[in-house]
């Protein structure tokens, strides 16, 4: 079990919950979690990452206190039961 | 008892103004729907029994999404699915939606929208859900079309208000293009649109061409607002001719048409693209009476000092009689006119960017 726990702007995407649990099957990576969210949560899978797949540039995730474009990105492998924290990053005027 | 409305969209969310029918005295939302997102599109479709809202909006962080209003603005849905992305196999991602554009009374349902990148996309069932237009994003010119300063863009859908397989668009940069086929093929409409920043200023394509308009009981004929360059064409784009002379600018973005005088078209002249404030200093709308042949500022309930644009989609029409014509400015201030623009009111100050505004009387 994966949790991903989101900030507050996201949460009415997940039905107003503080986080969400996806199932791992297999070893899992950020980008299998987000891809998972396409069936439970589109709307929220969708400010996450762009149609492509892609992370939206201005999202952070961090797993513990590493961003995970500071390690494999969307490839970070993650072990059964840690938890994904999305942030928005400094940015807008 | 009917009432207006009028979206406001801007830099941070999106504003909507109410009146009654005479529009005289507007009452402005306190607070903003869709907060902090880059409201540069809404739309107003009055076909059906019930007006449908759309907004799109763009977050910086959380990406571009539609979203439509079934009650006025009260309430805001899309789709779970969501309403617009690029297919896989495009392998693009949509930056922002700069154009929401119901099609004429007879196409019930069709809906078109503007991208970032430069692509068109269709409704069939009423603004829900959106396709890409293959014809248009498939043409060898693609690679060609420049960005401007605002991103690379379709930012203008013109449907043809009888045949519903004519469609014109504009991006900047990039032009006019025109589907006779229902948005199979697409071909270039620029002849006599300048491109003066181009070592050819007289290119097939490449022009930046601001806004277009046209009116649905004539309609060949269409208004252009260039990047320098105020245009009409008599013959449904194959042709334009500069109707620019009588104004102190051929700079600016929007051009709008009266709703029920297909002669009187509206402008908001900047000095030009090196100095882009207003003429004089002051906020001034040009109306022509004549298509273009002549123009008179307007200004009676204007700011006589200003130095900030008006948007390539912040001026509109309602289509009540008589007309509402609406501006919103980059600092934030809207003004709606319900006598053809002789006299104003204000709306709203202080608000972020206005990027549009669309008005209705329902």
């Given at each position: 079990m994966i949790a991903v726990k989101l900030p507050t702007v996201l949460r009415p995407f997940a039905g107003g919950a503080e986080q969400v649990e996806i199932q791992a099957d297999g070893e899992a990576t950020v980008g299998s979690v987000f891809a998972a969210l396409e069936s439970q949560h589109p709307a929220l899978r969708r400010r996450l990452t762009d149609e492509q797949g892609a992370l939206r540039r201005h999202v952070n995730v961090y797993l513990g206190n590493d961003n995970i474009r500071d390690l494999s990105g969307l490839d970070t492998t993650l072990p059964d039961g840690c938890e994904l924290l999305v942030l928005p990053s400094v940015a807008g005027g | 008892m009917s009432e207006a409305v009028l979206l406001i969209g801007t830099k941070k969310g999106l504003w909507i103004g109410r009146s009654d029918a005479a529009r005289q005295v507007w009452q402005c939302s306190p607070v903003p729907e869709f907060e902090m997102q880059g409201v540069y599109a809404v739309g107003i479709d009055t076909r059906g029994d019930q007006a449908r809202l759309f907004v799109g909006g763009t977050s910086e962080h959380w990406g571009p999404a539609v979203f439509h209003s079934d009650d006025l603005g009260k309430t805001w849905a899309e789709p779970p699915e969501g309403s617009i992305g690029f297919p896989k196999e495009a392998e693009a991602s949509l930056e922002r939606v700069w154009?929401?554009?119901?099609?004429?009374?007879?196409?019930?349902?069709?809906?078109?929208?503007?991208?970032?990148?430069?692509?068109?996309?269709?409704?069939?069932?009423?603004?829900?859900?959106?396709?890409?237009?293959?014809?248009?994003?498939?043409?060898?010119?693609?690679?060609?079309?420049?960005?401007?300063?605002?991103?690379?863009?379709?930012?203008?859908?013109?449907?043809?208000?009888?045949?519903?397989?004519?469609?014109?668009?504009?991006?900047?940069?990039?032009?006019?293009?025109?589907?006779?086929?229902?948005?199979?093929?697409?071909?270039?409409?620029?002849?006599?649109?300048?491109?003066?920043?181009?070592?050819?200023?007289?290119?097939?394509?490449?022009?930046?061409?601001?806004?277009?308009?046209?009116?649905?009981?004539?309609?060949?004929?269409?208004?252009?607002?260039?990047?320098?360059?105020?245009?009409?064409?008599?013959?449904?784009?194959?042709?334009?001719?500069?109707?620019?002379?009588?104004?102190?600018?051929?700079?600016?973005?929007?051009?709008?048409?009266?709703?029920?005088?297909?002669?009187?078209?509206?402008?908001?002249?900047?000095?030009?693209?090196?100095?882009?404030?207003?003429?004089?200093?002051?906020?001034?709308?040009?109306?022509?009476?004549?298509?273009?042949?002549?123009?008179?500022?307007?200004?009676?309930?204007?700011?006589?000092v200003s130095y900030v644009p008006v948007l390539r989609d912040a001026m509109t029409t309602d289509t009540a009689d008589p007309a509402g014509v609406y501006v919103g400015t980059r600092d934030g201030c809207v003004y709606a006119s319900a006598d053809d623009g002789d006299t104003w009111v204000e709306v709203a100050r202080h608000l972020p960017d206005v990027l549009t505004v669309r008005a209705a009387v329902i």
């Open positions: - | 154009q929401i554009q119901p099609a004429s009374v007879d196409q019930p349902g069709v809906v078109y929208a503007g991208s970032e990148p430069s692509a068109l996309w269709k409704s069939t069932d009423g603004g829900v859900t959106f396709e890409l237009v293959r014809g248009l994003w498939d043409h060898p010119h693609r690679k060609e079309w420049g960005a401007g300063f605002g991103g690379q863009a379709v930012h203008t859908v013109l449907p043809h208000p009888t045949d519903p397989d004519r469609v014109s668009v504009a991006m900047s940069t990039g032009g006019v293009y025109q589907t006779r086929d229902g948005g199979a093929s697409w071909d270039p409409a620029n002849h006599g649109i300048k491109a003066k920043f181009m070592p050819d200023p007289d290119p097939e394509f490449g022009q930046c061409v601001h806004k277009l308009a046209g009116h649905p009981a004539v309609p060949e004929r269409m208004f252009a607002q260039n990047h320098h360059g105020v245009y009409r064409s008599d013959d449904g784009g194959a042709i334009w001719k500069s109707i620019a002379d009588g104004l102190p600018s051929d700079f600016g973005f929007p051009i709008v048409v009266h709703p029920h005088e297909p002669e009187t078209v509206y402008v908001f002249p900047l000095v030009a693209d090196a100095n882009r404030i207003p003429t004089e200093g002051k906020c001034r709308v040009y109306r022509s009476r004549d298509a273009g042949s002549t123009w008179e500022p307007l200004s009676a309930g204007l700011p006589d």
